[in-house]
């Protein structure tokens, strides 16, 4: 209680600034911008699409405006190429047009369908030169009986269409060579000319007004991009901003304090009172701690060697062992040893059944191993054996003393739980040296890896996998 209240005195003088606090704000602030940032490439996303989607109508209404041009210009070249040549062929593919292919139609349809409720100007001008395109079918039509009737006077090889078309008396009378220059000049007249012309400018107004619409929703789409696009700069210069100030402040009130707590602590030391609030209260604590223990750490010190339940050298020793060991003379084996399942057995059967598991883990390493042996536990179900004088040709030994331990673990009498060891051995020629513990401890790995109840030994293992 007297240092408990000796520590919040001194804490209660301390002032700075919270790491606590300046977390918060810096979470708050970076979510804001991270919220900003977000809705600044929907934006850019949304523009985007707009614009995809405004070219995208841009090319199918211009296609289906070519179309239509197309369609009639199909129908010209054709009643022309008859009304010269009157070969039949030419008249098939004019109704195959008209009848079947029907682009002039298809795309009018197309037209009216993507763009009915949008743009009328379009759509108007796009039915007119359909009007005019079909108003010009009359004239066709008529080029071309006169045409057919140029070489059959009776007329009885003509289609439907062509047939039923009535001609004055006058051009009835006339013979087949002014028929066909009847026909000829019909879709080469100033009046046939002149009806191509205003469909080409209808379909021509088409294509103007959709450029014009185009290029001004480009234009609008391109200036909201623009404004997003420098949002999302302004956004990207704040995050970088608050992360460098972020890493100026971790400099300051984290890692500086950190780096002089170590330096004090690795001297004995009294703690610098700097930083953060938390690492101020954090060296005021420790420093009255530290005044407060600096004569009972002699007494921690002395600590006694032997583990309490087991009776067995404890970590202190064998962190001892291990500095007296160093000898590079020294030939020993090294076993880290580790009892499987005994979580298990803590959890279904309680701590009482789990220090009796330990004890007889302890027992049977005394019993099985030599006198001159070191047997240790270094940890809750670890331990650990050292063999002095033991070399890798007498691998056999090791692997008996573990395999008869394991089958009496394997094999208990009464009600006590079944269990294992796990094992993994290293041997060393030059003593205990630093990476000794490393490799035992990664042959450990790899029994408990493989199926526990077991052993291994590190150089068979580094010879397998080539560690």
């Given amino acids: 209680m007297k240092e408990q209240t000796t520590v919040e005195k001194n804490a209660g003088t301390l002032k700075g600034l919270s790491i606590q606090k300046l977390s918060l704000w810096m979470v708050a602030v970076t979510l804001v911008v991270s919220v900003l940032i977000g809705e600044g490439i929907i934006h850019v996303m949304q523009n985007h699409k707009k614009l995809a989607d405004i070219t995208a109508e841009y090319i199918f209404v211009r296609e289906e405006a070519e ?78 009986k006169l045409a057919a009737l140029s070489v059959d006077e009776d007329g009885n090889k003509l289609l439907p269409e062509i047939k039923d078309y009535p001609l004055t008396e006058e051009e009835l009378s006339f013979s087949s060579e002014e ?37 001004e929703e480009q234009a609008e789409s391109e200036n909201a991009m623009r404004k997003a696009l420098i949002r ?14 972020s890493y100026i402040m971790i400099a300051v009130l984290i890692l500086r304090p950190i780096r002089l707590y170590v330096s004090c602590i690795k001297n004995n030391h009294f703690l610098e009172i700097t930083g953060a609030y938390e690492f101020k209260y954090l060296a005021a604590t420790y420093n009255n701690v530290y005044e407060m223990t600096m004569e009972q750490q002699d007494m921690l010190r002395q600590k006694a060697e032997r583990d309490a339940l087991t009776g067995l050298l404890n970590r202190q020793s064998f962190e001892q062992l291990r500095e007296r060991l160093r000898n590079p003379a020294k030939k ?42 070191y047997v240790l536990r270094i940890g809750g179900d670890e331990f650990a054996v050292i063999m002095d004088n033991m070399t890798a040709d007498k691998k056999q030994i090791i692997q008996e003393k573990v395999d008869a331990i394991n089958e009496i673990l394997q094999h208990p009498q009464g009600d006590f739980p079944k269990y294992s060891l796990s094992v993994g051995i290293a041997f060393s020629g030059k003593g205990f040296h630093e990476e000794l513990f490393h490799q035992t401890d990664t042959a450990l790995y790899h029994t408990k890896e493989n199926g526990r109840c077991g052993y291994t030994f590190y150089d068979e293992l580094a010879e397998d996998v080539s560690i």
């Fill in 332 to 373: 020993l084996a090294f076993l880290l040893v580790d009892v499987d399942v005994f979580k298990a057995i803590n959890d279904n059967y309680g701590h009482d059944v789990g220090d009796q598991a330990l004890i007889k883990v302890a027992n049977l390493l005394k019993d099985n191993f030599r006198k001159e042996d």
């Fill in 179 to 215: 028929k066909s220059d009847a026909a000829i000049g019909l879709v080469f007249s100033e009046e046939y000319r002149d009806m191509k012309q205003k469909i080409e400018e209808r379909i021509s107004t088409v294509t103007d007004r959709v450029i014009t619409i185009c290029e």
């Fill in 232 to 245: 999302q700069s302004i956004y990207t210069v704040l995050i970088v901003a608050l992360v460098i100030f």
């Fill in 67 to 144: 179309n239509l041009q197309m369609g009639s210009d199909f129908l010209t070249d054709k009643v022309r190429l008859y009304a010269v040549t009157k070969e039949p062929v030419y008249i098939e593919e004019y109704f195959t047009e008209v009848n079947e292919t029907q682009r002039r139609d298809k795309a009018l349809g197309s037209l009216e369908e993507h763009l009915e409720g949008k743009e009328g100007e379009i759509l108007d001008a796009s039915r007119e030169a359909l009007e005019l395109s079909n108003e010009l079918m009359d004239m066709e039509i008529h080029a071309m």
